[in-house]
């Protein structure tokens, strides 16, 4: 898809008012042109032409008016379709499936709603120009023709064979441009490695070394897929106004030799007129390298926006009720695979049953790599079965539930986020969240200030400590925490081991926790269960029902 379609698919105001205007503009360059010819003329027989003069004041009058209006508009315009794009894109992200997301990438997402729609931006003047140039030509050879039909036929054939060559690669030039932003996207991904790396990369100089010459490998090949097509564009720009050089010339020269009946003056005022041309091919040649970057951002938006759709679950915008509570989720027979990443292996957990009561506390343990935390997404409605049911009080959970069925959980992952606003979280107590970051050591780190934290720039354990304050906000019926206690100290891996988690339990909220800590485990004194995991199936190693 094409800049201007974009534009023209988006556009909320009237694209036939714009045009109009820009063809006033087109047409008031031309009657100023007409008029400072007629008023050379006059001169020339030591004249002043009045109805000259008057017809330049009211054509440049015009010509303010309009060029203010479509740069003002057409402004606003693409400003109004790049927060409807980034706001849309956004959306369907929000919307979607975790697992085909993670197929796209983040660096592409980021670099199309954030990269691409700064290109539109850069484009959006430029795109008002060049409309206008293209019409000025139009106009302005329609009065070289007026004045000299060999003239007019010499400027077609020369700004016409000009224009071919220009676009004779235009194609191949939209390709290389896509490669060079999939080369700059897997760079993005080089950067996430050296910041979220950081630790790992400064303690091994090898692996420092390793990174930076990939880095270095992949800008490379950016740059010199962007230096190669910038190139061949400016060549062809080149190229384009050699060829309006010419035509100038060729008017000057050749048409004299040619026309025996051209009226006194008549060259003159059809060079004085392309030189219009030139100054108006000219910004068009400068605005072609970012048209053609808007197009190619264009197209990268709009498949992006087709993948989004595609993965996007829920169609609804208007959301389900919450549910408040559940009395029983069960799983039968059921398995999850997915290939790997980076071979044809399978990763496979299942097939399993499993049953989860309200007010249940469950510990499950295993080894790394023995799908626990495969079981806790598909637990929390982040990975669907391969096959087998997932049930909610004993109906199938599917696409018309599955938005429901997430309302019930509230989920740490060891990949968490910590929002610094207490977004969705209306109202807390204030009373109750002071207690908590009390109870959990963090009253003096941060607070609650108009619904927002003063910070979240904690350690990795007083960030997860928050994590699990603000879940407790939320005031969901079930807890499902992926190695809460991993990057606690000794005193808070005790206390949620013999404080958190029973309290969680008195409180009736269920509670799945993955845990390697088997040792605590051993010592707890609260109804519970206990799960193992080995190779993607559930053993039950011990059920607790009494303290």
């Known amino acids: 898809m094409s800049f201007f379609q974009l534009v023209r698919r988006e556009m909320q105001g009237s694209l036939g008012r714009l045009v109009f205007v820009s063809a006033m503009g087109g047409i008031s360059t031309t009657a100023i042109i007409g008029a400072i010819n007629a008023g050379a003329q006059a001169a020339d027989r030591g004249e002043v032409s009045l109805w000259a003069a008057g017809v330049f004041i009211i054509a440049l009058l015009l010509f303010v008016q309009t060029q203010h209006y479509i740069l003002i508009t057409t402004t606003a315009e693409i400003g109004a379709i790049i927060h409807k794009l980034r706001v849309r894109m956004l959306d369907y992200v929000r919307r979607s499936e975790l697992l085909p997301l993670e197929s796209i990438g983040r660096a ?77 996207n897997r760079l993005y991904d080089r950067l996430s490695d050296v910041l979220d790396g950081f630790k790992e990369v400064r303690l091994h100089r090898g692996r420092s070394d390793a990174l930076l010459d990939h880095v270095v490998d992949v800008s490379r090949t950016a740059a010199n897929i962007k230096i190669r097509t910038q190139s061949e564009t400016f060549r062809r720009m080149v190229l384009l106004q050699t060829s309006l050089f010419s035509l100038l010339g060729a008017v000057a020269f050749i048409v004299p030799v040619f026309s025996d009946t051209m009226t006194p003056g008549s060259i003159t005022k059809a060079v004085t007129a392309l030189v219009f041309i030139v100054g108006a091919c000219s910004g068009l040649v400068q605005s072609i390298p970012i048209i053609a970057a808007a197009n190619t951002a264009a197209d990268r938006l709009e498949r992006l926006e087709e993948q989004l759709l595609e993965i996007t679950s829920l169609k609804d915008d208007t959301p389900p009720p919450d549910a408040k509570s559940f009395h029983k989720i069960e799983m039968r027979d059921v398995e999850f695979h997915y290939p790997g990443k980076t071979s044809d292996t399978v990763f496979k ?110 350690s990795s354990g007083q960030r997860r400590r928050l994590a699990l304050i603000v879940a407790q906000l939320e005031k969901r019926p079930l807890l499902l925490l992926d190695e809460w206690a991993a990057d606690q100290d000794p005193e808070f891996r005790r206390k949620f081991y013999f404080e958190f988690l029973p309290a969680l339990h008195q409180a009736g909220v269920t509670v799945v926790a993955i845990s390697h800590d088997d040792r605590y485990i051993d010592e707890m004194d609260v109804p519970m269960r206990r799960l193992r995991m080995d190779e993607g199936r559930f053993t039950e190693l011990s059920r607790v029902e009494t303290g």
């Open 349 to 458: 957990v299942g097939p399993f049953n499993f049953t989860l009561n309200t007010g249940d506390l469950v510990i499950l343990t295993g080894g790394n790599g023995s799908g626990k935390s495969t079981f806790m997404k598909i637990l929390a409605g982040f990975y669907r079965p391969a096959s087998g049911e997932l049930l909610l009080d004993g109906e199938p959970v599917g696409d018309d539930n599955y938005e429901r069925y997430r309302s019930l959980i509230t989920a740490i992952f060891p990949d968490f986020h910590l929002f610094q606003r207490l977004y969705g979280i209306e109202d807390p107590s204030t009373e109750a969240l002071t207690d908590m970051l009390r109870q959990f050591k963090l009253q003096d780190k941060t607070r609650l200030t108009h619904g927002e934290f003063r910070t979240v720039d904690l």
């Open 108 to 184: 592409e997402i980021v670099a199309a709603i954030t990269g691409d729609t700064a290109i539109l931006t850069q484009a959006s003047n430029m795109l008002a120009f060049a409309a206008q140039g293209a019409l000025l030509i139009v106009l302005v050879i329609s009065y070289v023709a007026y004045l000299s039909f060999t003239a007019f036929v010499l400027a077609v054939i020369i700004v016409g064979i000009g224009a071919a060559v220009f676009h004779s690669k235009t194609k191949q030039h939209a390709i290389e441009m896509r490669e060079a932003a999939s080369w700059e």
